[in-house]
């Protein structure tokens, strides 16, 4: 029996398992601090949270903490729970409450090491006096290896040890917020797939032209206006295709845009892309023009357009890849 293509109300999901994302992450948490704990037990100056890129970015403590709230990702995309605003702050609160527990037993550790030593005199300190006991101790090693510890920082240990902290609780945010930005069919309660269909040329190549030489750079500026014209032209087509339902003209028009590698490289390109549920698979249809590269790529989305799933199913047909 084909899954995929089932009815709906078959197979739709009832209700949101919110409780299975979220005992899914504590588990998660809960394997990886102790993985930390065991390591820490059980290897020479091997302390992961302690790893610090260029003396500032809390490296360690962003892979524990990445690791340990990776069940609520995998959980909530397996069961299709969507990620929620409220299902954010719950991850926030159980990683900060995954941060102290690992703290507190830390603390507990050393506190029962010290008393079966006897090394213990007077009354216990409290978990607050060894925190701050912890991040006023806290020191870089020494340069040119040996693992020897440089001076307490004191006062200043604070910003590390609270970087540290920072490091492992914002990181877990990471992969539940990738999530939260996906499309959701709210119907099937499910992730929706996306492909990129085409590209179209909103611009040409960028030309390296002597300053020197303003006819040039007025043809240049031409060719670009013609280029933007002839996008408009392509966008309209296409939307008209899509309202007639007509997917071959839709991929013919994408087709005579060019290679999408090749587009990509434009300085100013729009991106068509079809979004579906592969439960009741519907969907839509994108265009999003998009500008520059890099750390300088802008993207304004010029419309949306809903698909029915006989579209989308033709689509699929002719892009097999996408199913």
């Given at each position: 029996m084909d899954f995929e293509s089932a009815p709906i109300e078959e197979f739709s999901r009832s209700g949101k398992p919110y409780l299975t994302v979220l005992v899914s992450g504590l588990f998660t948490s809960a394997v990886t601090l102790a993985g930390v704990y065991w390591l820490g037990k059980n290897t020479d100056d091997f302390y992961i949270m302690g790893w610090y890129a260029n003396y500032i970015i809390p490296a360690g403590a962003m892979i524990v903490g990445v690791a340990a709230a990776s069940g609520y990702a995998v959980a909530s995309w397996l069961t299709g729970t969507r990620i929620s605003r409220g299902l954010l702050l719950a991850v926030l609160f159980f990683q900060t409450g995954a941060y102290v527990t690992a703290e507190y037993v830390e603390y507990r550790d050393v506190m029962d090491g010290l008393q079966q030593q006897g090394l213990m005199i007077g009354p216990e300190p409290s978990f607050l006096s060894y925190y701050d006991f912890k991040a006023r101790s806290f020191a870089w090693n020494k340069p040119g290896g040996g693992n020897q510890r440089g001076e307490p920082l004191g006062g200043w240990g604070y910003v590390f040890v609270l970087l540290g902290a920072a490091g492992f609780i914002l990181s877990g945010l990471i992969a539940p917020a990738v999530l939260y930005a996906v499309p959701y069919c709210e119907r099937c309660q499910r992730y929706m797939k996306t492909k990129l269909l085409g590209v179209l040329a909103a611009s040409v190549p960028v030309k390296k032209l002597a300053k020197n030489d303003p006819a040039a750079h007025e043809a240049h500026a031409k060719e670009q206006e013609q280029a933007a014209v002839k996008a408009d032209e392509a966008v309209a087509r296409l939307w008209a295709g899509i309202a007639a339902g007509?997917?071959?003209?839709?991929?013919?028009?994408?087709?005579?845009?060019?290679?999408?590698?090749?587009?990509?490289?434009?300085?100013?390109?729009?991106?068509?892309?079809?979004?579906?549920?592969?439960?009741?698979?519907?969907?839509?249809?994108?265009?999003?023009?998009?500008?520059?590269?890099?750390?300088?790529?802008?993207?304004?989305?010029?419309?949306?357009?809903?698909?029915?799933?006989?579209?989308?199913?033709?689509?699929?047909?002719?892009?097999?890849?996408?199913v």
């Open positions: 007509n997917t071959e003209t839709v991929q013919q028009e994408l087709l005579g845009a060019g290679a999408i590698k090749a587009n990509e490289k434009l300085p100013r390109r729009i991106r068509v892309s079809l979004t579906w549920c592969k439960g009741c698979r519907e969907g839509r249809i994108n265009m999003t023009l998009v500008s520059g590269d890099g750390q300088a790529l802008q993207q304004v989305k010029l419309a949306e357009n809903l698909v029915p799933a006989t579209f989308v199913c033709e689509m699929l047909e002719i892009n097999p890849g996408s």
